[in-house]
């Protein structure tokens, strides 16, 4: 059966035009003005409407062990609600536990993401050095397709790793062309602040900011920069929540580090005054790095709009509020970390990007969808292009919703940006040229995803060689 999307239009990352699409099986055939139906057809009129490539989030906790608790959505129902929210494909992280193998924990991964309601690929954390792991990167790379990893200068004796050991292995993995994710806050530092604060009786949520300030994000940041500069290899500084951690990347920049920088809806939306509400409310928005001041919001897009910040992902690593987030109602360092925001990324994003002019929407494209596939190596997803996958977005820009935990998808039962009405109305999501998603529906079945074998990084990257080469480098 063919399917055709009619009279939509189309927009990428570097072009917005009306046309129809030719479906046939699970590839984009034909994009033409007029594209003749037969008998049988499958016809979407679009008429009105975007057609948008499918999201790709490539930061999510599906799954997630944290604190003796685990993140309260798994492959399914993640996966649902990133469909329902416009998001196609998804990199979710793996949580080695310390001494196993890289091998049997990706394979463990694999094992649980083949739930999934739409294509997944796994980042591999990598939480303790040894020989074996410099032994099984390469393999991670060739038999799994893993082009990448990811490390934590936080999180000390469950996660953590020295300056030297983050070295030795962003240097294998830069040689290999597998790009290093790096968790960039002073751990150490942060731990000492965290222990002064209880030790003085201060527990409530606010706290958890106060404790994890900007300047030890900031110098985390360069520090991993500089590492990764001295191992001449690739680096993805995930959810960069302030100024100074984007002045740090915008310098690396410059010296021609192959550095690239995400960030995430909930530090371009919500603020550190979310964290003090009463009655331990503040616990719902506890994440890390935390909410920042108001006024990083406007570098952070301006970040976005020239390019300096590459991708925002979700870090969707979330938490029920009465049974988890509890768990720190008397101690907020033992509240989990993590905000859900996978459902809503894509509508945040359109709502407070393009529609209140911030970004255009082909640099909406562009972030949400054509840097993810180019920087992680997904091959024939993150654009609107002939042979590539038919994972596509119909966005109704007249529409709004007013977003609301009481009809979500995602297994929580708060939602951090309740009662904010977004404009933009997702009427359909089709991947691999099935429509998974009606009006707001989920009606796609669970195991069909596939797990995505990645590409590696190119060491001269065309995506980082074109931002770098130019003039718009000052976020300021």
Not at 204 to 211: A, C, S
């Amino acid at each position: 059966m063919r399917t055709i999307i009619k009279n939509g239009m189309v927009v990428t990352s570097g072009s917005t035009f009306k046309a129809d699409i030719l479906i046939e099986g699970e590839s984009i055939t034909s994009i033409s003005n007029d594209i003749a139906t037969r008998s049988g057809d499958k016809l979407i009129d679009a008429e009105g409407q975007y057609v948008l490539p499918g999201g790709i989030d490539v930061h999510t906790h599906l799954e997630w062990p944290l604190m003796d608790t685990e993140t309260a959505d798994d492959f399914v129902s993640g996966t649902r609600a990133a469909a329902v929210g416009g998001i196609t494909s998804i990199i979710n992280f793996t949580k080695p536990k310390k001494g196993a193998s890289l091998i049997a924990t990706q394979e463990e991964w694999i094992e649980k993401g083949k739930k999934s309601v739409i294509d997944y690929g796994l980042h591999a954390i990598i939480n303790e050095y040894s020989d074996r792991v410099l032994e099984e990167l390469p393999i991670l790379a060739e038999t799994y397709g893993v082009g990448s990893i990811k490390l934590f200068m936080a999180y000390k004796g469950e996660m953590m790793v020295n300056d030297l050991e983050m070295y030795k292995i962003m240097k294998k993995a830069g040689e290999l062309g597998v790009i290093t994710n790096v968790h960039a806050e002073n751990g150490d530092i942060i731990d000492e602040m965290i222990a002064q604060a209880l030790a003085e009786g201060k527990t409530d949520p606010i706290y958890h900011g106060y404790t994890r300030p900007t300047l030890l994000e900031a110098e985390a940041t360069g520090r991993a920069l500089a590492i990764a500069e001295a191992a001449n290899a690739p680096i993805y500084i995930v959810h960069v929540s302030c100024s100074e951690a984007l002045e740090k990347v915008v310098e690396a920049k410059k010296r021609g580090v192959q550095a690239f920088a995400e960030t995430c809806p909930q530090y371009l939306v919500l603020d550190i005054s979310y964290l003090d509400q009463p009655n331990f409310e503040g616990g719902k928005y506890v994440c890390s790095p935390p909410l920042r001041e108001k006024w990083n919001q406007d570098v952070l897009w301006r970040g976005l709009q020239t390019g300096m910040i590459s991708v925002a992902g979700s870090d969707h690593c979330p938490f029920r509020f009465k049974d988890q987030k509890a768990m720190g109602r008397n101690n907020f360092s033992k509240i989990p970390n993590g905000l859900p925001g996978l459902e809503d990324i894509f509508s945040i994003l359109y709502h407070f990007g393009v529609h209140e002019g911030r970004i255009s929407l082909n640099q909406f494209v562009e972030i949400i969808s054509t840097n993810p596939a180019k920087i992680f190596g997904i091959p024939k997803k993150g654009d609107i292009s002939i042979g590539y996958d038919a994972d596509l977005v119909i966005l109704d820009p007249n529409g709004s919703r007013v977003i609301t935990s009481e009809s979500q998808y995602q297994n929580v039962d708060y939602n951090v940006y309740e009662g904010l009405e977004v404009q933009g109305i997702i009427t359909n999501v089709l991947s691999r040229g099935e429509v998974i998603v009606k009006d707001g529906h989920f009606t796609g079945d669970p195991g069909r995803g596939k797990y995505l074998h990645r590409k590696r990084q190119n060491r001269d990257s065309s995506l980082h060689a074109q931002k770098n080469g130019q003039t718009r480098e000052t976020i300021q």
